[in-house]
Structure formats: C-alpha cells, structure tokens
C-alpha cells in the first residue's frame, strides 16, 4: 500500500515562504508523476504543480507560477513544493498526489494515489 505523508504546512504572514514535502512508502517512487493540488471548503480541487520523474521539466497553474518551485529527490521519495510571495488566496490545504504517465498532469481525477493534506494559512 502505497503511502503519501504531507509536512511542512503552517502559518505565514503574506508575503512569507513555506516549504511543503511529501514522503513516499513503496518502492519505484522515481517512475511516478508527482502532483501538488489545493482544496478550499466547498469547492473542486485545484492543480497547483507536478513534475515528471526526470524532473526535467515542471508544470504550474498560472496563479502560482513565478511564486512556487515544485522540486522532487527520487532518492529520498520525496517532492518539495516551495511556496514563495505567499498570498492570502493561498490558503488552503495542499495535498500530494502521484500518477504514472504525464498525460492528465493537471487533473485530479487522473491521480490514483493522495496524501491526508497539510493545512497552509496565509496571513494578511
């Protein structure tokens, strides 16, 4: 059973940076497609960033990119998201995912495997 355990999350002041990893169980952790999503109260769950096992290339949703940095160190099953210029819109919880194949990077319906969350607050 394949395991997927977020940290890192917190409170920051807007403006602030947090660094969100998420630890892998199992084995074959570098053929995954990793995911970080976002999910507020009420509504549909967000792409935010993913990464290939290479990590040779990375996605972003438009309202993060220039602001977050999605990393990934296959020897140690684990991927990073640094968050940057935190805004207050940015608060929500943040989960992990992983997938095999790139095609639906940005769909969470294509990722089989989630983390619990880690709850990010931003203060204004």
């Known amino acids: 059973q394949v395991q997927l355990v977020e940290s890192g999350g917190g409170l920051v002041q807007a403006g602030g940076s947090l660094r969100l990893s998420c630890a892998a169980s199992?084995?074959?952790?570098?053929?995954?497609?990793m995911g970080w999503f976002r999910q507020c109260p009420g509504k549909d769950r967000e792409f935010v960033a993913a990464?290939?096992?290479?990590?040779?290339?990375?996605a972003y949703a438009d309202s993060v990119k220039g602001r977050f940095t999605i990393s990934r160190d296959n020897a140690k099953n684990t991927v990073y998201l640094q968050m940057n210029s935190l805004k207050p819109e940015d608060t929500t919880v943040y989960y992990c995912?992983?997938?095999?194949?790139?095609?639906?990077?940005?769909?969470?319906?294509?990722?089989?495997?989630w983390g619990q969350g880690t709850q990010v607050t931003v203060s204004s």
């Open positions: 995912a992983r997938k095999m194949g790139w095609g639906g990077y940005n769909d969470p319906a294509s990722f089989r495997s």
């Open positions: 990464i290939p096992w290479s990590g040779s290339s990375t």
């Open positions: 199992g084995r074959a952790f570098s053929s995954y497609i």
